[in-house]
């Protein structure tokens, strides 16, 4: 079928000037974007498919060098997610398939999951920048009201090596954080930025409904330019986690994209 002997001779520097070309090329168009969401989990992807099929410039963060948060070992670290109505509308509009468990029980691959949000995403026209850390925002003070306008990043590797290396800067009229259980935009904005009074109680104790409920309910914005979306909504309100249940994940990325669209409409 093909032709094995025939692969083209590509000389070290022409791959490496492709990628030097296309990546400067790419970061010069992301560093101004109207949404940044920090995390490619199952809330910051959700939000990103519905955002960027609403035509707005969505760039998505991850400080991994892969997609999914914490879909892979979810479901108890076996494979099979659990999610409810009404969030297999959501499984039925990034295609990916689910079994019915029982009534408005579905479960789906975690694979599969991963792949359809991060597929649906990019077809949408979303952005996503693997391998770089969110470690600051970028903030202004207007009339005394306080208002983050992007976020500092850092190559992870850079990172993890802990070399002092000047971060990037990039602007967003909204950031969203949707880092999970750790808050981590959140927990910079309260430690840096005093004036924003932020209380981070941390997430209660197991009760699964309860906590799917809540989370989308307490889904949206917390002060100008920067919204919550997925566990991190749990840890600044104090809602009890849920456990491998993924369906207030879900909604809750499809709802923080609503709010942002209502605000930059
Ligand atoms: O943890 P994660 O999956 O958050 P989520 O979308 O979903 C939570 C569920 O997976 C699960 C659950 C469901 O019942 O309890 O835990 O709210 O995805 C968060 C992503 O954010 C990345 C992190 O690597 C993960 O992929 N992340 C966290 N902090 C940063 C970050 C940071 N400072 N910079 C960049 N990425």
């Known amino acids: 079928m093909f032709d094995y002997v025939k692969m083209r001779p590509v000389e070290e520097h022409v791959i490496s000037k492709a990628i030097i070309n296309n990546a400067l090329r790419l970061l010069d168009d992301i560093i101004q974007s109207d949404v940044v969401i920090v995390g490619a989990g199952p809330a910051g992807m959700t939000a990103a498919v519905y955002l960027a099929r609403r035509g707005i410039k969505t760039l998505v963060v991850e400080r991994r060098l892969s997609f999914g948060g914490g879909i892979g070992g979810g479901g108890i670290l076996l494979p099979a997610i659990v999610v409810e109505e009404p969030a297999n509308k959501i499984l039925d509009d990034v295609g990916c398939k689910y079994e019915v468990y029982d009534e408005g029980v579905y479960v789906v691959s975690p694979a599969e999951l991963i792949a359809k949000l991060a597929s649906s995403a990019i077809d949408a026209g979303a952005k996503f920048i693997l391998g770089v850390h969110v470690e600051d925002v970028v903030y202004r003070e207007e009339e005394d009201k306080v208002k983050i306008c992007g976020v500092v990043v850092q190559w992870t590797a850079i990172k993890l090596a802990q070399l002092h290396v000047d971060p990037i800067g990039i602007k967003s009229r909204v950031v969203v954080d949707a880092t999970g259980h750790d808050a981590e935009v959140l927990r910079i904005v309260q430690k840096k930025i005093p004036k924003v009074r932020m209380r981070i109680p941390g997430e209660s104790s197991m009760w699964a409904s309860l906590g799917e409920r809540l989370v989308v309910e307490y889904t949206g914005k ?44």
Not at 226 to 248: D, N
């Open 222 to 265: 917390v002060c100008e330019g920067l919204y919550v979306a997925g566990m991190a909504v749990a840890t600044l309100h104090g809602l009890p986690r849920m456990g491998p249940i993924f369906g207030g994940m879900l909604l809750s990325g499809a709802k923080v994209a609503e709010e942002i669209a209502k605000e930059l409409s």
